[in-house]
């Protein structure tokens, strides 16, 4: 039972490349979010999946799109990167209120 | 959306001594509030978290108190050992599961 899961662990983009960070969770779980942590920001929610084939912006989804492939992945791509969007990027999954963290990928954007 | 305010942003005590950290929030529908520790370079884990049926909650070392009508909640960490040294977020639901969370407060404990 792995929890969840992110790839990759670290990441360097160059300005307007893109790409995709996946996620998986292997608890059945119904509701997925993807989150991205700033120095002295907290977490903050970039988009979340309530279940399966839905998904909803939070409160800084621009620049952002996402993916909820199936009950088990959301992905979250970039599409033009800006260095505005160096960050640590967590997805995390929950079947009711408590949330489940993955271990974060470390994005960098020159 | 939710606002959730947390203080201190930084926390210094002595090895054996007590930590408290407060936390306020705006949405009066808020009704899970959850707190996680998050060590350098790992992800945030849950350590407690209160309902809003419930006034406080204990578990060994650590507890949360919630006073609703003040919209505010705080952690309180009793005889803190060096392991206790990390960054401690706040949040608080809003939209059904969705979370706001704190800025976060670094508490390091000093031998």
């Known amino acids: 039972n792995a929890g969840v899961t992110q790839t990759p662990k670290f990441q360097v983009l160059k300005t307007g490349q893109s790409m995709t960070l996946q996620c998986a969770q292997d608890m059945n779980h119904n509701s997925m979010y993807w989150y991205r942590q700033d120095p002295g920001m907290g977490l903050r929610l970039i988009y979340y999946?309530?279940?399966?084939?839905?998904?909803d912006k939070g409160e800084v989804p621009n620049g952002y799109n996402v993916s909820r492939l199936n009950k088990r992945e959301f992905s979250l791509r970039l599409e033009s990167a800006a260095p505005s969007q160096t960050s640590v990027y967590f997805c995390?999954?929950?079947?009711?209120?408590?949330?489940?963290f993955g271990p974060g990928t470390r994005l960098t954007v020159l | 959306g939710e606002n959730v305010e947390q203080h201190p942003s930084t926390l210094s005590v002595q090895e054996g001594d007590s930590a408290v950290i407060k936390c306020t929030y705006s949405d009066s529908a808020s009704n899970y509030f959850p707190w996680y520790k998050q060590e350098l370079g790992k992800r945030p884990q849950l350590i407690i978290d209160?309902?809003?049926?419930?006034g406080e909650k204990k578990d060994q070392r650590i507890a949360v108190t919630l006073n609703k009508t003040a919209k505010h909640f705080s952690l309180h960490i009793t005889e803190t050992q060096p392991e206790d040294s990390a960054v401690y977020f706040c949040a608080a639901t809003f939209n059904d599961y969705k979370l706001s969370f704190g800025a976060g407060t670094t508490v390091t404990v000093r031998a």
């Open positions: 995390a999954s929950s079947e009711t209120t408590q949330q489940f």
């Open positions: 999946s309530a279940s399966e084939g839905t998904t």
């Open positions: 209160i309902r809003s049926n419930v």
